[in-house]
Every structure is written in C-alpha cells, then in structure tokens.
C-alpha cells in the first residue's frame, strides 16, 4: 500500500507492506515510491502505463517477490504453530532468517559463565532458565523481537498463575533483564523495546518482606549434642556449627578459609576473609 501519513516533497508516497493483528498495525518501507496517479490501489501495484511508470514491470516483478517472501513466513508461523507477533515478523522479512532465540542466548551466556569459573552466577541464571521453560513452555519459541512489555507482563502472570511467589518472579525477571542487557551489548536485541526501563515492568513491586527465621534453643542444642553417624554428616555438623558461630558465614566464604586467614588483631586471634559473590 501507499504510506500516505508520509508524504514526501516530490508528491511520492513510501510503498509499503501494512501489517496488522489483534488491532496493532506496522508498516514496512520497501524502499520504492510512488505518486497516487501511478499507483494502483485495487491490484495493489504500480499502474500498468510506461508513460507514468516506466520501471512498472521491475517494480511490481519485485513487489512480488516481497509478497512471496512475506507469505512464506507466515507459512513458517503457522507450520511450527507459533502465536507470531509484528516484531517478529518484521524481524523475519527485514533479516531474512531466525536470529539466536531467547533461550539459546540464555544457555550460551550460561556456558561463558561457567568457562570463566562464575559458578554461583551461572546456577543462578540456569535456574531461573529451566523456570521459564518449566512454567511457560512458549518460553523456548521466544525470539528477543518478541519481547517487550507486553510480553513480559503476560510472562509473569503466567508465572503468578502457576503458583510462583512474587519474590521468586523478582528473581526470575532479574535473571532475563541481564540477559536482555547483554543481548543490547552484542547488538541482537533493540533497547528501544526493552521492557523493565523507568516507565515499564517494574520488578521491585514483587518483593516482599519475609519474616525473619532462626533456629530455636532445643534444635541448636541437638546439633551441638549429636554427632554425625557417618564421617560425612558429622565433617557437614562440624561446618554448620562453625559457620554459625561466626556470625553467619556462608559456606563458600568457610570453604575458601586457609591458615592466612587467621590473623593477629590487637593480641587477638581473628579470622580474617573477603566475602565472595560466587
């Protein structure tokens, strides 16, 4: 069709392909113009008069082509039965071909993280990938086209309905937000969609405040009392205990102490580390 919201200083008009679904509409410019005289809206190409059109034959020849390249993959959507949105379908028709997915992104970014010793950051990721795809199997079709707000408020509540905690959500959209800002960095995903910015999805609104726990005087004592049966269970008390009695230490920074950690502070014998995040 002719854009005629964008009419140009010569009188042409961009010939574009009008996309619509579920009431959104996109126009995709084909990179040809034309004046209303040398266009026709009922064939919906360029009007058969050399005179007008001298080119018509190699215009409409490839408005033909760009028909046959758009049907093809709406043929491809409804082949592999997927739900398509109009970014993806203009992702297709501009590239020509499927960019990396969503989940294959993830998993690669996972793998990175593990080459380079991350461990701690690439299980978190890794759980909250094999969440997405657990709770919304449509997750795994997800190209990054298709994410934007909307997207990305379905997703959660599709979440919420299967019974995931807010807080956990929270940690879920965290997870895909880094991902979507490493995909912006690498030049695969437009920043102009992304969906958790100022005036989007916000992922504070799902934390919630939860009660404080501890260990009551009776259990703590029978982990003091009883040993462990096998050498394992008892070497696991043994740190349980330790870490405890040090003011909480997780078990990796425990795992990581040396003889270098204990330090003479002030004629007092002191552990002395650096918190890791891994």
């Given amino acids: ?16 392909l009008y996309l619509t679904k579920n009431g959104d509409v996109k126009w995709i410019s084909l990179g040809l113009y034309a004046t209303e005289p040398q266009w026709n809206d009922n064939a919906c190409r360029f009007n058969r008069d050399k005179r007008i059109n001298p080119e018509y034959e190699k215009n409409n020849a490839l408005l033909t082509s760009y028909e046959s390249r758009a049907n093809g993959i709406l043929n491809i959507f409804a082949e592999e039965n997927i739900d398509w949105t109009l970014n993806r379908f203009v992702d297709l ?9 969503v989940c294959e992104y993830f998993q690669k970014h996972i793998d990175n993280l593990r080459l380079t010793g991350h461990y701690g950051n690439a299980n978190t990721l890794e759980d909250s ?7 919304v ?63 989007g999805f916000s992922t504070s609104r799902l934390i919630a405040k939860t009660k404080k726990r501890n260990i009551d005087n009776v259990t703590l004592q029978k982990f003091k009392d009883v040993e462990g049966q096998k050498r ?34 002030n004629d007092s014998m002191c552990i002395v580390y650096r918190r890791q995040k891994n």
Wanted: aromatic share 12%; hydrophobic share 35%.
């Fill in 1 to 16: 069709m002719l854009y005629k919201s964008n009419k140009k200083k010569n009188g042409t008009y961009p010939v574009s």
């Fill in 93 to 101: 028709f501009i590239n020509k071909k499927e960019k990396v997915s």
């Fill in 129 to 135: 990938l094999k969440a997405f795809k657990l709770k």
């Fill in 137 to 199: 199997p449509s997750f795994v079709k997800l190209q990054f086209s298709d994410i934007d707000l909307n997207c990305i408020i379905k997703l959660d509540f599709k979440l919420e309905r299967c019974g995931v905690s807010s807080n956990t959500r929270a940690q879920y959209h965290s997870a895909l937000r880094t991902i979507l800002n490493l995909a912006i960095k690498d030049h695969i995903y437009n920043p102009q969609m992304y969906p958790y910015n100022k005036n």
């Fill in 232 to 265: 394992l269970t008892e070497i696991a008390r043994r740190i349980f205990l330790f870490c405890y009695y040090a003011n909480g230490m997780s078990f990796v920074d425990a795992a990581r102490l040396t003889k270098d950690n204990i330090q003479c502070i």
